[in-house]
């Protein structure tokens, strides 16, 4: 006798296909992820307290870079995705993953304001035996402390009706090479049933998954991988620092040193540290370690070195005109590359923000260029876009590069630029006097 769908476990749900999925937050980690589970056939909600980014998801629009956009028009025209701001529609799933970003405040502790209020929206609603993940980079304890305790708060028994575990999102916007559905997943369960289910969950659309024994391992690992990569730009970001002073060419140190086939992997100078994941996450493990009367000194002075070299390059560009006579003050800056990493339009956490903030205050005339970003606005400044032409390169007093899209040209801005300060080593291929390398 077949089993009646509101009689199965969410275990056979999840095994014969038939779970239905919601995913919390449409962004650049829940777009993708939810695109992906349809892609292995799974119905998906999903939800998002933007009205214009479940109008756009509800219309089969893809307005992140990364989620194909004629494949997301055929799931949501073939009724695999929905999306919408109605939340009580949570009691149709059965693996709900939440997807919100995770800032920190003015004082730079974390704010986990979007996965409270995230949690709070589907709590009351779940129904029957229900999974539900966080993939929301946090410090370790957040998915016992914070989200378990919602749940709890809302009827839930977590172990027998609710099921909870933590998977860190891996998303690398613009990553031409690896995607969400080959990405491998680390996964880990407040209990151990939860790890369990969640597990069987991700296995369900996805080639790999980790698991590992707690939530909180699964949240330390997602630190440590961001760690890892905001210690060692620090070092290099000394290190260039020094080498401006003793004259050798810091891109050519670490291109030498990459080619040792053992024991060393290379990470490179820039003007500050972008995206959401690497300028915030150390912060996130430093506020949990005073908890525990522990000082994470070596990441907190990582943090310090990051966060230095926007005005360091803010400083070389004024030393730069200087020596050519002129003020940075008045002088016209062109920036080209606004946008946190190459080849994308993803601006959070962008280094340029900040370096264009101080020139804004050393009362730089700035505009920019990125073929990315057609328009900037933070922090109450607008500032003009231009299109790269001779004659715009020409009228700037200096050209800075802070971020190396592939598709600017750079023979251009060589022939005809009167100062180059480029921190991405986009320039690489060119000499000059003119040119200024970080």
């Given at each position: 006798m077949a089993i009646n769908q509101t009689d199965k476990t969410l275990e056979q749900k999840l095994q014969d296909g038939t779970a239905i999925y919601g995913v919390v937050g449409l962004g650049y980690v829940g777009l993708p992820l939810a695109s992906t589970m349809a892609q292995s056939g799974h119905k998906v909600i999903g939800f998002d307290i933007s009205e214009e980014k479940v109008a756009a998801a509800a219309a089969g629009e893809s307005y992140i870079a990364d989620v194909d956009s004629e494949l997301f028009a055929q799931q949501v025209d073939g009724g695999l995705v929905q999306a919408t701001t109605d939340f009580s529609r949570a009691a149709e799933c059965d693996a709900i993953a939440i997807c919100v970003p995770t800032p920190l405040d003015k004082m730079r502790d974390p704010d986990v304001t979007f996965m409270v209020e995230a949690t709070k929206s589907v709590a009351p609603h779940l129904r029957g035996e229900t999974l539900v993940t966080l993939e929301s980079t946090t410090y370790p304890g957040t998915t016992d402390e914070v989200i378990v305790p919602i749940l709890e708060g809302a009827g839930h028994t977590v172990g027998t009706d609710v099921f909870v575990a933590f998977s860190p999102e891996r998303v690398d916007p613009g990553n031409p090479t690896h995607h969400t559905k080959d990405t491998p997943k680390v996964v880990g369960g407040v209990t151990s049933r939860s790890g369990e289910l969640a597990v069987a969950f991700y296995r369900s659309f996805l080639d790999v998954v980790v698991p590992v024994s707690t939530a909180r391992a699964?949240?330390?690992?997602?630190?440590?991988?961001?760690?890892?990569?905001?210690?060692?730009?620090?070092?290099?970001?000394?290190?260039?620092?020094?080498?401006?002073?003793?004259?050798?060419?810091?891109?050519?140190?670490?291109?030498?040193?990459?080619?040792?086939?053992?024991?060393?992997?290379?990470?490179?100078?820039?003007?500050?540290?972008?995206?959401?994941?690497?300028?915030?996450?150390?912060?996130?493990?430093?506020?949990?370690?005073?908890?525990?009367?522990?000082?994470?000194?070596?990441?907190?002075?990582?943090?310090?070195?990051?966060?230095?070299?926007?005005?360091?390059?803010?400083?070389?560009?004024?030393?730069?005109?200087?020596?050519?006579?002129?003020?940075?003050?008045?002088?016209?800056?062109?920036?080209?590359?606004?946008?946190?990493?190459?080849?994308?339009?993803?601006?959070?956490?962008?280094?340029?923000?900040?370096?264009?903030?101080?020139?804004?205050?050393?009362?730089?005339?700035?505009?920019?260029?990125?073929?990315?970003?057609?328009?900037?606005?933070?922090?109450?400044?607008?500032?003009?876009?231009?299109?790269?032409?001779?004659?715009?390169?020409?009228?700037?007093?200096?050209?800075?590069?802070?971020?190396?899209?592939?598709?600017?040209?750079?023979?251009?801005?060589?022939?005809?630029?009167?100062?180059?300060?480029?921190?991405?080593n986009a320039m690489k291929d060119f000499t000059g006097g003119h040119i200024l390398r970080l």
């Amino acid at each position: 006798m077949a089993i009646n769908q509101t009689d199965k476990t969410l275990e056979q749900k999840l095994q014969d296909g038939t779970a239905i999925y919601g995913v919390v937050g449409l962004g650049y980690v829940g777009l993708p992820l939810a695109s992906t589970m349809a892609q292995s056939g799974h119905k998906v909600i999903g939800f998002d307290i933007s009205e214009e980014k479940v109008a756009a998801a509800a219309a089969g629009e893809s307005y992140i870079a990364d989620v194909d956009s004629e494949l997301f028009a055929q799931q949501v025209d073939g009724g695999l995705v929905q999306a919408t701001t109605d939340f009580s529609r949570a009691a149709e799933c059965d693996a709900i993953a939440i997807c919100v970003p995770t800032p920190l405040d003015k004082m730079r502790d974390p704010d986990v304001t979007f996965m409270v209020e995230a949690t709070k929206s589907v709590a009351p609603h779940l129904r029957g035996e229900t999974l539900v993940t966080l993939e929301s980079t946090t410090y370790p304890g957040t998915t016992d402390e914070v989200i378990v305790p919602i749940l709890e708060g809302a009827g839930h028994t977590v172990g027998t009706d609710v099921f909870v575990a933590f998977s860190p999102e891996r998303v690398d916007p613009g990553n031409p090479t690896h995607h969400t559905k080959d990405t491998p997943k680390v996964v880990g369960g407040v209990t151990s049933r939860s790890g369990e289910l969640a597990v069987a969950f991700y296995r369900s659309f996805l080639d790999v998954v980790v698991p590992v024994s707690t939530a909180r391992a699964a949240e330390m690992s997602k630190l440590l991988e961001n760690i890892f990569r905001c210690v060692n730009i620090a070092l290099v970001n000394e290190l260039v620092q020094l080498c401006e002073r003793m004259d050798i060419n810091m891109w050519e140190v670490v291109d030498s040193a990459k080619t040792k086939p053992f024991g060393f992997m290379p990470f490179y100078p820039g003007p500050g540290l972008g995206g959401h994941c690497i300028p915030i996450d150390p912060y996130y493990l430093s506020w949990k370690a005073r908890e525990f009367d522990f000082h994470t000194q070596f990441i907190e002075l990582a943090g310090k070195v990051n966060e230095n070299m926007s005005y360091y390059v803010a400083d070389r560009l004024m030393a730069a005109l200087n020596m050519q006579h002129k003020s940075l003050a008045g002088a016209r800056v062109l920036v080209l590359g606004v946008a946190y990493k190459a080849d994308i339009d993803d601006m959070r956490e962008s280094p340029a923000v900040k370096v264009i903030d101080h020139l804004l205050d050393r009362e730089a005339d700035v505009v920019y260029h990125d073929p990315f970003v057609p328009d900037y606005q933070f922090d109450g400044h607008q500032i003009d876009r231009v299109e790269l032409t001779a004659a715009e390169i020409e009228a700037a007093d200096a050209v800075v590069i802070l971020t190396a899209h592939t598709e600017v040209d750079y023979a251009l801005v060589a022939e005809h630029a009167q100062l180059i300060f480029d921190t991405r080593n986009a320039m690489k291929d060119f000499t000059g006097g003119h040119i200024l390398r970080l």
